[in-house]
């Protein structure tokens, strides 16, 4: 979206920044050139199945460790069973520089290494219900970028999933970061504008979210036996 006005940064609340237009045009196509290529494989990007039948609306693919509700594992065993694809190294020093600009505290920008990444893609009618992060164990900041339609993103409460709340709109290039006392906020994307990206930022239509989160846990030690 061209926005006539300069947005401003904005604190929503105490740990939650909007940074309006963070990534460059050509930092906003690299992004979208890499997310079509996660979305092919190993695993492919698809519409996450609930536990009580139904199917999330959004198509997600991860990266580093592998979400389905409500777990982290490093195989998608409710896809094809094979592993994710790592979270690339550059894609930690965006985190990095995310956090930093976002809090405007380069200690924060780096003392934070997130180790998995969710990548949604919206289609015109693609909405995510109100959730709260919280299948991670850390309280470490989530990093949201956000790519091509504009979508309304709500920011609510950690302790309901209904007002108060706040709605902003998230366009291509945008960054909000959500830590400290807001880590486990409800939020959601009750609305997508389609027809809103500007094609040269690399997406032609439907939006891509990519959330960076630091999962808390490790793997598995492998067994091996006393000598
Ligand atoms: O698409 C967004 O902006 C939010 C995505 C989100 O909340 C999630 O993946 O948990
Ligand atoms: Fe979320």
Redesign the pocket.
């Given at each position: 979206m061209n926005a006539l006005l300069p947005r401003p940064h904005t604190t929503l609340a105490p740990g939650a920044v909007h940074v309006p237009g963070w990534l460059a045009p050509g930092a906003q196509r690299s992004l979208v050139t890499a997310c079509r290529q996660w979305a092919v494989g190993p695993v492919p990007m698809r519409h996450t199945r609930l536990p009580r039948g139904g199917t999330m609306s959004?198509q997600t693919v991860c990266l580093g460790w592998h979400w389905k509700p409500y777990i982290y594992t490093r195989t998608a065993d409710d896809v094809n069973g094979q592993r994710v694809a790592p979270l690339p190294q550059w894609l930690v020093g965006l985190g990095r520089r995310a956090v930093a600009d976002a809090y405007q505290d380069p200690s924060a920008g780096e003392a934070y290494t997130p180790d998995t990444a969710?990548i949604?893609f919206?289609d015109a009618v693609a909405t995510?219900g109100m959730?709260q992060?919280k299948d991670e164990r850390s309280s470490a900041p989530v990093v949201?970028l956000?790519l091509g339609d504009t979508?309304v993103?709500r920011f609510g409460n950690t302790e309901t999933r209904t007002r108060p709340y706040t709605d902003v709109e998230?366009c291509s290039g945008d960054l909000?970061v959500f830590g400290g006392p807001s880590r486990f906020a409800y939020?959601?994307?009750p609305k997508v504008y389609p027809g809103t990206a500007d094609p040269a930022d690399g997406l032609a239509r439907g939006r891509l979210?990519i959330?960076l989160r630091v999962t808390g846990l490790t793997d598995e030690p492998s067994t091996r036996r006393r000598a």
């Open positions: 959004a969710l949604n919206y995510m959730h992060d949201s956000s979508c993103f998230l909000f939020h959601g994307v979210n959330t």
